[in-house]
């Protein structure tokens, strides 16, 4: 089993930043892709980006290109997602997901999920 929790989210303006951090715990994560989501109100939820653990590798929806960036801190066991130059669109809420394996964007995938954390950007 592998546990999550999110945290970062909060309010913030159009053109700002917010950092959000996932905690992960219970299992080592070398073999893991460790993913974010969001979902929007009345929306599905949708792959915003992902990283294999092992060897760093990134992958990112259009839409964000450029604009977040995901990392991975081996020591802590984290997964950050930094996000600039947001948008009133990026507003969501913004789940960390784990799967055993490379990187999907395929919801279904992904094994194990955290509570969310609540991004809103205001205009």
Known sequence: QVQLVESGGGLVQAGGSLRLSCAASGRTLSSFAMGWFRQAPG???EF?????WSSGTTYYTDSVKGRFHISRDNAKNTVDLQMNSL???DTAVYYCAARVGGIVV???????WGQGTQ???SS
């Open 48 to 52: 915003v980006a992902a990283i294999r």
């Open 87 to 89: 948008k009133p669109e």
């Open 106 to 112: 395929v919801i279904t995938l992904y094994d194990y």
């Open 43 to 45: 929306k599905e939820r």
């Open 119 to 121: 991004v809103t950007v």
